[in-house]
């Protein structure tokens, strides 16, 4: 079993040049996913420069499904006129797609997709039955099943213009065809930023990239003071897996309440079936094995198929499960708070911005307004939650599925963790988060020390390998 996305299986990329001096542009895009590179796409008739703390697709949409569908299991907004717009705007996201694949020819296995939304019980076909008024308002078309064999569904829609896609493949196409058009620099990590004489001057690689327009399209924003995003959403995590089948089925489908995403996917000959199971907050996913224990089990009970890949992945949940994208003043931009739907959100979010910048209206533009007041009660609830799990983070030394090769100690007042490898090597690192202080979990699964507050990620060693922490927890040998 190969612990890794089957998108990145196979996938060999050079790295582009990294920043090794001060640079100066009109437009800096920080993050290279897939907001940042549809941005771009949008504004390379620009002076643009473009920068990712890593190597291009090999951030969180790697880690998707692949899924391009409207017909998905948030789509109930308390109101019409944000239910609809919000349809049209992922809508509008998958036509984008289309038409970017359409016309650079790019080969990321794009499949047109049947897409189902079904339900398991009453409480979730009234839902669905919420939905089909949306679906109605909107003049689209759908079919409907009773009681059919779709996962133990009672009742199920059903529409035929949706698609799927390799994520991967997808990005890569689009890297290579922007790096003939602006400025792409790879390892090149955001840290810090400041507002001087009307442009921004960002700290990349201990140099300085001064810019008079400043997109952050990372998966989440490098600085607290980029739109206080900790305190207007929250982290779920949920896992992936990909399994053999005997047939690719042309059809891709979500539960209501969004425990069950399925897919397939044909790679070399091979049929998949992709399969993403309970996405929980991420406090209630500190052990790793143990969930993925239970993720083989369900897979084997219900469908008896022998798991090839297996992965997870984090989304950011916007407290009324709208994206955070647009302006936040001026001349400063976010894109963040994809609420697991990060394909059709990320690419509407970097049509609102391109179209801001380059002085378009967008119908979308207040449904994603960044600074937009957001449900209160759902902001009040998700900060308790927040300040819970931070609270637990500090009380609890060490975890009771920890294992002896892992130990958290109190050294002179401060907090370490310790891993002994397979080798019976000591990697010792310090054991708190520099974004927000909490403290960190250790993952068995992917052998990493997790924040559990906002899902910073560490290696054994202590060296930063997903955001919003900005610096390593090495302990520096004496």
């Not at 790295?15 to 920080?30: F, G, H, R």
């Not at 473009?50 to 948030?74: M, V, W």
């Not at 020390?449 to 927890?473: E, K, L, Q, T």
């Amino acid at each position: 079993m190969f612990n890794n996305s089957i998108w990145l299986k196979g996938i060999k990329t050079k790295a582009n040049k990294k920043v090794t001096q001060d640079l100066e542009t009109d437009i800096l895009i920080v993050g290279g996913g897939i907001t940042g590179l549809t941005t771009a796409y949008f504004l390379k008739n620009k002076k643009v420069i473009l920068i990712d703390k890593d190597k291009i697709g090999y951030g969180k949409t790697a880690f998707s499904t692949g899924k391009i569908t409207y017909l998905q299991d948030n789509l109930l907004k308390g109101n019409k006129e944000k239910e609809n717009l919000y349809l049209q705007s992922q809508i509008e996201a998958i036509n984008i797609i289309k038409n970017i694949v359409i016309e650079n020819n790019i080969k990321c296995d794009y499949e047109s997709n049947l897409s189902f939304l079904y339900a398991t019980n009453k409480k979730e076909r009234k839902k669905i039955k919420k939905i089909e008024k949306i679906l109605l308002r909107n003049n689209i078309s759908y079919k409907v099943k009773e009681n059919n064999n779709l996962y133990n569904s009672i009742y199920s829609i059903k529409v035929d213009d949706t698609a799927v896609i390799n994520p991967v493949k997808y990005m890569l196409e689009l890297k290579n065809i922007l790096a003939k058009e602006i400025d792409i620099y790879e390892n090149s990590i955001a840290t810090d930023y400041e507002f001087i004489e009307n442009r921004f001057k960002v700290k990349v690689n201990n140099n300085y990239i001064t810019s008079k327009i400043l997109i952050v399209a990372t998966h989440y924003p490098f600085s607290m003071s980029l739109g206080l995003v900790p305190f207007k959403t929250h982290i779920e995590k949920s896992f992936l897996a990909a399994m053999n089948v005997d047939k690719n089925k042309k059809f891709n489908a979500i539960s209501q309440n969004g425990n069950h995403s399925i897919r397939f996917y044909t790679k070399s000959q091979d049929d998949y079936m992709v399969y993403c199971s309970v996405s929980n907050r991420l406090s209630k996913n500190i052990d790793n094995e143990k969930l993925v224990k239970n993720l083989l089990w369900e897979i084997k009970s219900r469908f008896n198929n022998k798991v090839k890949y297996i992965w997870s992945n984090t989304d950011i949940m916007s407290s009324d499960s709208i994206p955070l994208s647009g302006r936040l003043n001026k001349n400063l931009y976010i894109a963040t708070g994809y609420s697991t739907w990060g394909l059709t959100n990320g690419t509407i979010s970097a049509k609102v911005i391109s179209d801001l910048i380059i002085g378009l209206d967008n119908k979308y533009t207040s449904l994603l307004d960044p600074n937009r007041m957001s449900n209160i009660v759902n902001l009040i609830v998700n900060n308790m939650k927040i300040a819970k799990t931070y609270i637990l983070s500090k009380t609890i030394k060490e975890y009771s599925f920890y294992k002896r090769n892992v130990n958290v100690y109190i050294e002179n007042g401060i907090r370490y963790g310790k891993y002994i490898d397979d080798k019976n090597v000591e990697h010792i690192v310090y054991n708190k988060c520099p974004h927000m202080k909490c403290n960190l979990i250790f993952n068995f699964m992917d052998k990493t020390w997790d924040c559990p507050c906002h899902a910073s990620r560490f290696d054994i060693d202590g060296n930063v390998i997903s955001a919003p922490a900005n610096y390593s927890i090495k302990v520096e040998k004496k």
